[in-house]
């Protein structure tokens, strides 16, 4: 891998020798470039790619706030730390706030410095590698949504076009949050069979007794209120992929119908007299025990071994907690979108204590936390404490939460703030409830007692889009 590249931009120019001998001291490989003006500095980061700029912010004629500011809008992931004198502390923290990654105060303390700069090539070689290997993978609609550069995922990126060009079942395990239907969809949009959309099942939410004639279809008359024909899923799927999510939730009568359709290629929609072939390709996910369930009974042991053609496993975020700031960062950005709310980002900090956090829920877990971050949070940088606040749980201290009664001229008054109470229980337990249905709005109304018309008027109140819960 070629060596990182530092610029240093400060219009002083002992400092800027001063800090080129220090740094090429203790950064060993890494390749240091220095100019004394804002405008000398553009024009060599359009020239030359660099990984990283420490940018002084009092400089003539550009300062260090403009330069950020066209940087950025350039190139977003590049890594910023910014440099400014003891006492405007106030300016370092407005330049994070538009997209630096740090900041550093003069005189420098060596230690921080080589500390900080090492974090921010650290980041910058992350985003490097990831981009690096989404462009070896051919960087497509394919693999949106999957992120990170870790040696499980790299694996997985790999296993992922090596099945693509095939069309044999592929078993798809994981646990839940994982990104199982990111990788189902990447499988079929890597494939042949992409021209035409991938036909996605949630097998657990269609009941038992309308998932075998949404599977396989039905004729007009074949039952009670059957007043037209329907052809089903497998149907629709034909010349297609058909993604069977969390598969071993199915019945075991249904588990004998799918086996025949494997098994012969052709389906028989209920009341029809004879079958028809398809040509589809199964994908299919569990976060189960298939094997525990084998040996109760309640899963086909022939069903599995015509499923396991291929098998893909998904890490658990545990496993690839180095990808953790990316995704952040990454569902930062997504979570900025879906809410048409400005650009937030992690403080640095902030994003080391995600990393060490347990995500249980996976990766679903980090998104909707940082979906709640993106909703809750006052600040354009997101800091630990902050988070603390909204989230009932301090990183550093372990505190108990409570609820932020500040206003801007001194505390709230008993109603706003029992009003801000009421609006973070609301918003908290909806997106909770929408995270264990999977966006399902009819499910979550049922399971919190209310009906479906006044669930979807919380959800339009709070501006909570039921869809943003709905991947895998």
Known sequence: MAPARLLIVDDEVDMLEGLKRLLSYELKDVVILTVSRGRQ???????????????????????????????????????VIMMTAYGSIEVAVEAMKHGAYDFITKPFDSDTLVRTVTKGLERSRLIRE????????????????L?????????????????????YTVLIRGESGTGKELVARAIHDLSRRARRPLVTVNCPAIPERLLESE???????????????????????????LFLDEIADISVPVQTKLLRVLQEQEIKPLGANRAHKV?????????????????????????????????LKTPPLRDIAEDIPLLAEH?????????GYPPKRFAPETLASLSRRAWPGNARELQNFVRRAMMFSRHETISSEEIARMDGSDFNAGRAAVLDIRAEDGILTYKPAKERLLHEFTQSYVIEILQKTRGNVSQAATLSGLGRASFQKILRRLGIKPEMYRSG
Request: hydrophobic letters at 40%; a neutral charge.
């Open 41 to 79: 500095a553009l024009r060599l980061a359009r020239r030359e790619w660099v990984d990283l700029v420490l940018l002084d912010v009092r400089m003539p004629e550009m300062d260090g706030l403009q330069l950020l500011e066209v940087l950025r809008q350039e190139d977003p992931g590049l890594t």
């Open 130 to 145: 990831n981009r690096r290997l989404r462009r070896h993978l051919g960087e497509s609609a394919a693999f949106q949504g």
């Open 147 to 167: 992120v990170g550069q870790s040696p499980p995922m790299r694996r997985l990126y790999e296993r992922i076009q090596t099945v693509a060009g095939t069309d």
């Open 215 to 241: 599977l396989f279809g039905y004729k007009k008359g074949a039952f009670t209120g059957a007043d037209r024909d329907h052809p089903g899923l497998f149907q629709e799927a034909h010349g297609s992929s």
């Open 279 to 311: 040509d589809v390709r199964i994908l299919a996910s569990t976060n189960q025990d298939i094997e525990a369930k084998i040996r109760e009974r309640s899963f086909r042991e022939d069903l599995y071994y015509r499923l396991n053609v291929v098998t």
């Open 331 to 339: 569902f930062a950005r997504l979570a900025s979108a879906e809410l």
